[in-house]
């Protein structure tokens, strides 16, 4: 079945830094790459759709500066979390258009992020 | 208003019960699809189950069924013979308009699955 591999499953960075998210297709092509968002006990928010080789749309509200989206290939898109502050540590999940399974849906594990 | 609704923030279930999962959608779109996830403490979302707009019969997989009541606009997950591994959030998802598009996801509900 399809498979995308999202990592780090789980990262801790200081105040300031910057932290890349990679999600990877490893047998299919992903055209489509979506970004969510999820508080704890909370529902997936989308903050970016992103299609290979344009640039990431960005629903209202998420700032494109800061939650930087790159596409560049069918098979790879990251999410760069900048100059990232302690309000931002969430889980962050992507999922991936492109194959046939889950009726054309497939999810990352997931990224818990924690800014210190 | 609220393209997905599930008003269930948590339910029980004893062990090896049946148990359903309200949703209701919102659309106009003719054309769109409804999805089951489950999602363990994990974090990873676990496809269950989809049904499709022009379907004509209820989805089934395995201990999973999805009661669609189309006029209703609901779209409710029952979940046969319990076990504990079930104890999870579950979240309703739709996709209006074809393949591709983005989802819109309920504010799930938590499961937990009482020996």
């Known amino acids: 079945g399809a498979v995308v591999s999202q990592h780090p499953s789980r990262v801790i960075c200081k105040s300031g830094t910057s932290v890349k998210i990679e999600c990877r297709s490893l047998d299919f092509q992903a055209t489509t790459m979506f970004w969510y968002r999820q508080f704890p006990k909370k529902s997936l928010m989308l903050m970016a759709t992103s299609n290979e080789g344009s640039k990431a749309t960005y629903e209202q509200g998420v700032e494109k500066d800061k939650f930087l989206i790159n596409h560049a290939s069918l098979t790879l898109s990251t999410l760069t979390v900048t100059s990232a502050h302690p309000e931002d540590s969430s889980f962050y999940i992507c999922?991936?258009?492109?194959?046939?399974?889950?009726?054309?849906?497939?999810f990352g594990s997931g990224t818990r992020l924690t800014v210190v | 208003a609220q393209k997905i609704t599930q008003t269930q923030p948590g339910m029980f279930v004893q062990e090896k019960e049946a148990v359903t999962l309200d949703c209701t959608y919102d659309?106009?779109?003719?054309?769109?699809?409804l999805f089951w996830y489950k999602q363990p403490s994990s974090g990873e979302m676990i496809f269950l189950i989809y049904q499709g707009s022009y379907d004509q019969q209820n989805a089934t997989e395995g201990r999973y069924s999805l009661n669609f009541q189309k006029a209703r606009k609901s779209a409710n997950l029952v979940i046969s013979a319990s076990q504990l591994g079930d104890s999870a959030m579950y979240f309703c998802?739709?996709?209006?308009?074809?393949?591709?598009?983005?989802?819109?996801f309920g504010t799930g509900t938590s499961l937990t699955v009482i020996p």
């Open positions: 659309t106009s779109d003719p054309s769109y699809g």
């Open positions: 998802a739709m996709r209006e308009g074809p393949i591709g598009n983005q989802f819109y």
């Open positions: 999922s991936a258009r492109g194959s046939l399974a889950g009726y054309g849906y497939t």
